[in-house]
């Protein structure tokens, strides 16, 4: 891809909370665990802020829809739903969620057309067959780690980080720790 467009089109920036263990899945229920805080949910909302679209697979989706869908009157779940959203699908007919739109022709080509469309950036949430395409064919900008300090201690293969995928490089673009003791990695594609 030519260098000057690159540097015109929107960013998908993947922003994904992941374990000391590689978990990835289910870190709704880490609260227990005890490392959400202000700082990060501040950052969380100014990552969102800079954005005006969400992208996600399906398994992303089926999680996130019935959470925020039914909440309002917070500036993240506001903001949210009110947002573009773009759901990567072979399956998903008639998304309930407002303003959400399935992807599932050529999804790279329909992505690659999203990124070179005018607005802000776009936020990737969740960790899976979706990111590994975007990297692949270098469509992924960004890579927000949140790195949780504890071991969740339980997850198959699919609840993992790691998992079989072609190569790519990141080059370290910073380093946050939060009070609570989550580290944010960010990454941006070499």
Not at 21 to 28: A, R, Y
Not at 88 to 114: C, F, K, M, Q, Y
Not at 152 to 164: A, I, P, Q
Request: glycine share 8%.
């Amino acid at each position: 891809m030519d260098v000057y467009l690159r540097s015109i089109m929107r960013k998908i920036i993947n922003s994904t909370y992941i374990s000391l263990d590689g978990v990835i899945e289910n870190p709704q229920n880490w609260q227990s665990l005890g490392s959400f805080d202000e700082d990060g949910f501040a950052l969380q909302m100014e990552l969102l802020s800079a954005c005006d679209a969400v992208l996600m697979g399906r398994h992303t989706y089926d999680g996130f829809a019935p959470a925020w869908s039914t909440r309002s009157g917070d500036p993240y779940s506001d903001r949210i739903n009110s947002m573009a959203k773009y759901v990567v699908s072979s399956t998903l007919r008639d998304p309930e969620w407002t303003n959400t739109t399935v992807i599932d022709g050529d999804v790279l080509a329909e992505i690659e057309v999203l990124k070179k469309e005018p607005g802000q950036d776009i936020v990737q949430f969740g960790f899976g067959q979706l990111s590994f395409a975007l990297m692949e064919h270098g469509l992924l900008d960004e890579l927000r780690l949140w790195v949780h300090p504890f071991f969740v201690g339980t997850g198959g293969s699919e609840d993992l980080l790691f998992r079989n995928c072609p190569p790519a490089s990141f080059k370290v673009a910073s380093a946050t720790t939060l009070k609570s003791g989550v580290v944010i990695l960010t990454y941006q594609a070499a």
